[in-house]
């Protein structure tokens, strides 16, 4: 029998369709719908390719804004209650099945029947990547941040300002290579496809979709996109997290540890309760630490601790609190699940879950940083080991107490021109040109902005003839002779004569570090890095053990 055609035409219309690949272990396209007795339409059995389309259309609605309209006109307004309807057609294509979306047709599908980032990956395989339009990303960094950049005309990557080293990348819209396949593609796990098309074509479009998908070319045109991707597979998740169960029921503890999932401001803070806890019965803990908090849950279940056994549920349903000095009111409170910090490593990747989500850092890159990381390893003698539970202001204290080569500048806070805010130019300043900022190792958040506040304030150092004036009048007003190794404020510094240096509070063994910075740190810290020796600063990580 002769295949049927749809109709044809001199010259397709363009088009802008939205499409989704199925997962291979969908068979039937019924078994991706949320609705299950939605009655789909077969194409006709004489067309060129398999397909079936199932429309919905809900009961009519009145906006939620049409009754406030309504308090305006007492004497009523004519107004006609409408739906709007949702399509989805499946599309066989080389025993795979596409899911064509129209209206509200996405929401009609299962959120865990299509392939993650299948639109995304299309984009990067078919793109021009001189003729790019906008880029979705992510920066992991203190606060992460989300961001969408795009350009007037086509570009290529450098006009969009990617930090290749630390930007997540979500969504790229760009021309393909091929004008063939489109006028201009757009996705993440949908494919916007915008160009020529005829329905009859569709089979065979989306047959060279799924050759797109399939491909590799990305990793030679964005070799960077596979550094870390935020993990958003449901059944990969879940694998993720029967590991981390496991690690936490048996005391595996090693590369787990808790951390605020978001920026507080920690002079405020007098400590944290955990799960269990109740406000007034004790005091609070002066920092989160998660052997502390397993034994609390313990003791709240009444149980010893190698008896716990805890579920997915109970991580996402306890709470832990922060107590503020004032009152002591107990005012962030966030589950056990998001200040959960754990890096998993198998055979291909890392795994690193941080405030509530997942990422997955390739083996190569993570080794990459790991390594980078080592090479800015230090030890200064001229800094004494730390009294454990020690604060940072009082090490920096006792530490410029103890020689006369270290300046005590910790909360000495001065200002550049035309900041509207104060800085510190480190904690203490030594006698050989070292600006030394200290930190003690609780937080992956707060090491990161320990990197960035050492890079800003040395930047700062070097443009700013006003900021180096009031540095040097207050080192002079402590110690005249190291202040006799800055030179005149008017004049340019030589960077290459100063050294920044990160120092790390930490009861880490020596032959464990730096690998016992948090990934995020670690990469943090060689971004960093990276930045202040283009300017000519000397960079080192400094351990501080407890002793």
């Not at 002769?2 to 690949?21: C, M, Q």
């Not at 609605?61 to 989805?88: M, Q, T």
């Amino acid at each position: 029998m002769k295949k049927r055609t749809a109709a044809s035409s001199p010259k397709p219309k363009s088009r802008h369709l939205t499409l989704l690949l199925l997962h291979k272990d969908i068979k039937k396209p019924e078994d991706a719908l949320r609705l299950p007795d939605l009655d789909g339409t077969p194409l006709p059995p004489d067309f060129e390719f398999e397909g079936v389309l199932y429309l919905f259309e809900p009961p009519p609605k009145e906006p939620r804004w049409v009754a406030f309209i309504k308090e305006g006109f007492h004497d009523g307004i004519s107004f006609s209650p409408s739906a709007a309807a949702a399509a989805v057609l499946f599309v066989k294509a080389d025993s795979r099945w596409f899911a064509v979306t129209f209206g509200q047709g996405r929401h009609l599908l299962k959120s865990d029947s299509y392939e993650i980032d299948f639109g995304l990956k299309v984009t990067l395989n078919t793109v021009d990547e001189k003729k790019l339009r906008s880029l979705d990303s992510r920066t992991f960094d203190e606060l992460t941040v989300h961001t969408r950049r795009q350009v007037s005309r086509s570009s290529a990557l450098d006009a969009f300002s990617v930090d290749v080293a630390q930007d997540l990348l979500g969504a790229v819209t760009g021309e393909p290579e091929d004008p063939a396949l489109a006028k201009r593609l757009a996705g993440r796990d949908a494919l916007a496809l915008t160009g020529p098309l005829s329905f009859s074509e569709l089979a065979t479009r989306c047959r060279a979709l799924l050759k797109a998908y399939k491909g590799t070319q990305y990793q030679q045109k964005f070799p960077w996109v596979d550094n870390i991707r935020l993990v958003r597979d449901p059944k990969r998740i879940e694998t993720l997290n029967n590991e981390l169960l496991r690690a936490l029921n048996s005391g595996d503890l090693q590369k787990l540890h808790l951390a605020p999932p978001e920026v507080i401001p920690w002079d405020d803070v007098a400590g944290f309760r955990y799960p269990g806890e109740r406000n007034g019965r004790a005091e609070p803990h002066a920092d989160l630490d998660l052997t502390e908090c397993l034994k609390a849950l313990a003791s709240h279940q009444g149980v010893e601790v190698n008896d716990l056994d805890l579920s997915l549920d109970e991580l996402k349903r306890s709470k832990i609190r922060a107590v503020f000095e004032e009152h002591s009111s107990e005012v962030e409170k966030w589950t056990l699940y998001n200040c959960l910090v754990a890096e998993l490593q198998d055979e291909d990747a890392l795994h690193v879950l941080s405030a509530g989500q997942w990422f997955r850092v390739e083996k190569n890159f993570a080794a990459q940083t790991l390594q980078e990381a080592s090479a800015l390893v230090k030890e200064l003698k001229s800094l004494p080991g730390s009294i454990p539970h020690e604060d940072e202001e009082t090490y920096n204290k006792r530490a410029a107490h103890t020689t006369s080569s270290l300046v005590l500048l910790d909360k000495k806070l001065l200002k550049s021109k035309g900041a509207q805010t104060r800085i510190e130019a480190c904690d203490l300043f030594s006698a050989s040109g070292q600006f030394i900022h200290v930190k003690r190792k609780v937080r992956s958040s707060t090491l990161s902005h320990l990197f960035a506040q050492g890079a800003v304030a040395a930047e700062t150092f070097l443009r700013d003839e006003h900021f180096r004036k009031s540095f040097k009048a207050q080192v002079e007003a402590l110690n005249p002779v190291i202040a006799k190794i800055l030179d005149s404020p008017a004049e340019k510094p030589d960077p290459t004569k100063y050294e920044i240096v990160f120092a790390v509070i930490t009861n880490a063994a020596k032959k464990s570090w730096p690998q016992a910075l948090p990934f995020f740190s670690q990469l943090n810290l060689v971004r960093n890095a990276q930045r202040l020796r283009m300017f000519g600063f000397g960079v080192s990580l400094c351990r501080i053990g407890e002793s």
